[in-house]
């Protein structure tokens, strides 16, 4: 009698250990779009369980073609070289209560070439690592739209320039500059970003003249580290990354 309890107690705790404690919603995993475009692949995710639940998201293979770049975002965007983010408040967020639904995303960036990127992206309860959904990502830039994409327009944003910079940089200076075209004018947005997702300041929120336009970002108070100039015009966004050394 004491075995029978004993092998029911070890069912049951299997079968708890491998309940699914979140399920995940999606759309197309597979997309295409122009070279310079902004690729974007959202997941639905629900907590099924009966406690607040704590999730990891991995990105687990991320084959790019040459000069582009990928991220995550869940509750921030994240670094693109930030393979791992969890619910917690380490990383801006919270675990989900019983029944929340909460959004996330993968974003792909074809900067200036054609090819195809291959992402696999990962879920788990970060209590429970078995307890995980596995989902695999294709995005694509044909050089078919290349007529229709942010470089051929004549949107373009520079890397920063010097990079690295800083105090303790060959440049020896906190400044460093952008340059940004603009085939016509609009809207436009050049934002400031450190590695969590946190905006550090706006160098341009307005309309522009059609042209090539130059911003000085001075980084005198902030620490050294790595950040992200993200520009946006027309519908169209483009990322750099820069290196701060003090």
């Not at 075995?3 to 995993?29: I, M």
């Not at 739209?145 to 906190?174: C, D, H, I, R």
Request: aromatic share 12%; hydrophobic share 40%; proline share 5%.
């Amino acid at each position: 009698m004491k075995r029978f309890f004993s092998l029911l107690l070890a069912f049951v705790w299997a079968t708890l250990l491998n309940a699914q404690s979140f399920t995940v919603e999606h759309g197309d995993l597979a997309k295409t779009d122009s070279i310079g475009s902004e690729i974007i692949f959202e997941f639905q995710v629900k907590n099924v369980s009966n406690s607040d639940l704590t999730l990891d998201l991995l990105r687990t293979k991320n084959d790019l073609p040459e000069n582009w770049s990928s991220s995550l975002c869940f509750s921030l965007c994240f670094a693109p070289f930030m393979d791992s983010v969890s619910t917690t408040s380490d990383f801006g967020s919270s675990p989900l209560a019983p029944n929340e639904v909460r959004t996330f995303s993968a974003h792909v960036f074809p900067f200036v070439n054609e090819g195809t990127a291959h992402l696999t992206i990962v879920v788990k309860n970060h209590n429970n690592p078995s307890d995980k959904q596995e989902f695999e990502i294709t995005a694509t830039a044909q050089t078919t739209n290349v007529e229709n994409s942010p470089v051929a327009q004549g949107f373009y944003l520079s890397q920063a320039y010097p990079n690295p910079f800083g105090e303790k940089s060959p440049a020896a200076t906190n400044n460093t500059q952008f340059k940004f075209t603009l085939p016509a004018a609009g809207f436009t947005q050049l934002k400031i970003y450190d590695v969590l997702g946190r905006e550090i300041a706006t160098l341009v929120n307005g309309s522009k003249r059609q042209g090539t336009h130059t911003v000085e970002f001075n980084a005198g108070n902030i620490p050294a580290g790595i950040y992200f100039a993200r520009f946006s015009a027309n519908g169209i966004v483009q990322t750099r990354k820069f290196v701060l050394e003090k």
